[in-house]
């Protein structure tokens, strides 16, 4: 019998779609989620320890000596860059490369229109709808959405004072049109969106690094701070570790006390001095990184983008990334966003859904390969979570399919986070059953599910998934203009479109039409 488990997962602070769309959920434009929502719930049991790793536990059920795991863990993360990234692609006229897709990050870059919590922690929401549609080995299946929420952003005003290290690539690379032509306005808008309390300061990097502008209060300095943006012109080789090493250098000198502290790296990512291995960098700076509480935010541009590396960074840098193809793409990142969302709401947060064997027979996360975590450590505080900000959203979907006839609780998903201050654990559960997941998927009253169920089952397809009940990209683009119009959402509509691209493009080069696989069972 084949063990679909939910692989690592994903989710942190300061996300949004280069389209626009963002983890910043404001109320949704389409209809209210009718999911269930839990807060203050006693949560699932802990894992006991040394269930030994996955493939393991596979072998032992697949010879009757053990019961299958049904639990999911993963860190939060809120990245949206693989979206990003995929749609410029697309639009240049090439299919995204299936190892650059994330399909957590389709999903995120989507408003989801989750209830908010009235604290600083968080709401666990979670709904589902039957897959069904008559599709092969897909009639017993369903789509069930965990979906995590923060409070929406307090008004600049209130936020803490941020003290922002922004290190940019001024490689030869970055000469191309829409690289650091793009860095510039971005920098040249955000001087204007910061608080005259704020902070920054600029380093450069190419074959080395050289610090541009020390930490520099944003009042009465804002047309300094342009002259240097404005200054910068691409060199020589690409060497980020100089450049972070020398970031987080220029960070810990201008560290300010109850101050929001933060790297902004602005690159391509295509390294080739230096150091070349994100772990290998992040080593060097480790102990100011975990001393000071300095996280680290990935901007990425350029039509040819080091994504895997970027994203590896600013896991392992508690951050997380984006991508900007555009200036419109760049205002709402610099300007829209991350002013707004500066301050860290939870730290090293993470998510275990508990999955009850009575009702489910299989489940399958999908996407969150790269963010998963060991079951026994979702209460160990000393391994790494997620960052999370205010107003962000996290969703993770899983392909579930039920027990004939079941009825009851399906699963409760639980988070768990470090208050930002005290350090404090703290903890949210929300459960979900069978009647809450009984209702068809598509034409159903749950547009924002829909949206979501597109971004996924579209990023499947991009990356050569076997979803059971997935449809082709014909199907998805055409859902995804019906979404968008019943929505009036911009965003889907650019989803619509980058579908449509994606299909063309396939349809050159063969069908998407394959059948589903056949899917094994567990327990």
Not at 83 to 111: C, I, K, M, Q
Not at 280 to 287: E, F, Q, R, V
Not at 295 to 312: C, H, I, K, N
Not at 426 to 446: D, K
């Amino acid at each position: 019998m084949a063990l679909l488990l939910a692989g690592g997962m994903l989710l942190t602070a300061c996300g949004g779609g280069s389209d626009g769309a963002t983890t910043a959920d404001r109320e949704s434009s389409g209809r209210h989620a009718p999911g269930v929502s839990g807060g203050g719930h006693p949560a699932p049991d802990a894992p006991a320890p040394g269930q030994g790793s996955r493939e393991s536990e596979a072998d032992r059920v697949r010879e009757g000596q053990a019961e299958p795991d049904y639990r999911s863990t993963f860190a939060l993360d809120v990245d949206t860059a693989s979206y990003g990234y995929a749609r410029r692609t697309l639009g240049d006229g090439r299919l995204p490369a299936a190892e650059d897709v994330r399909p957590e990050e389709f999903v995120n870059s989507f408003r989801q229109g989750y209830e908010r919590p009235k604290g600083n922690g968080f709401s666990v929401n979670i709904d589902g709808a039957r897959i069904g549609g008559g599709r092969t080995g897909a009639s017993d299946w369903s789509l069930l959405r965990v979906g995590l929420a923060t409070r929406t952003a307090p008004p600049t005003s209130e936020r803490p004072p941020a003290a922002l290290t922004f290190v940019v690539d001024i490689s030869g690379s970055m000469a191309e049109t829409g690289r650091l032509d793009l860095v510039r306005k971005s920098l040249t808008l955000l001087a204007d969106e910061l608080r005259d309390d704020d902070s920054l300061s600029l380093v450069t990097f190419s074959d080395e690094a050289e610090t541009r502008l020390p930490m520099t209060r944003v009042k009465d300095n804002r047309n300094r701070i342009k002259d240097v943006v404005s200054e910068m012109q691409p060199a020589q080789s690409t060497n980020v570790e100089a450049g972070i090493e020398l970031g987080y250098e220029e960070s810990v000198e201008g560290h300010r006390e109850g101050a929001t502290n933060r790297v902004v790296l602005l690159s391509d990512a295509l390294a080739n001095t230096g150091e070349t291995e994100a772990e290998g960098i992040l080593k060097k700076i480790d102990s100011a990184r975990r001393e000071y509480g300095i996280t680290l935010f990935g901007v990425g541009v350029g039509s040819d983008y080091g994504d895997a590396f970027m994203e590896q960074l600013t896991n392992k840098g508690d951050g997380n990334t984006t991508y900007v193809g555009d200036e419109t793409q760049a205002r709402k990142v610099f300007v829209d966003q991350l002013p707004a969302h500066l301050e860290i709401r939870a730290r090293d947060a993470k998510a275990q859904v508990a999955f009850d064997r009575k009702t489910v027979k299989q489940f399958r996360l999908i996407g969150y390969e790269n963010r998963k975590v060991a079951d026994e450590d979702f209460r160990n505080d000393s391994v790494d979570g997620g960052e999370v900000g205010p107003g962000h959203t996290v969703t993770a979907l899983y392909a579930v399919r039920l027990r004939e006839g079941a009825s009851g609780t399906v699963a409760s998903a639980t988070v768990r986070w470090l208050d930002p201050k005290t350090r404090k654990a703290q903890e949210e559960t929300g459960t979900v059953t069978t009647g809450s997941v009984g209702g068809a998927l598509w034409g159903g009253e749950n547009d924002r599910l829909q949206i979501a169920a597109v971004a996924a089952y579209f990023a499947d397809r991009l990356r050569g998934g076997d979803l059971p009940g997935a449809p082709g990209l014909g199907e998805l683009a055409s859902r995804a203009s019906g979404l968008a119009e019943s929505t009036e959402d911009s965003a889907v509509e650019k989803l619509a479109t980058a579908i449509g691209q994606a299909d063309r493009l396939n349809r050159g080069a063969g069908t998407d039409d394959a059948p589903d696989p056949s899917e094994g069972e567990i327990g």
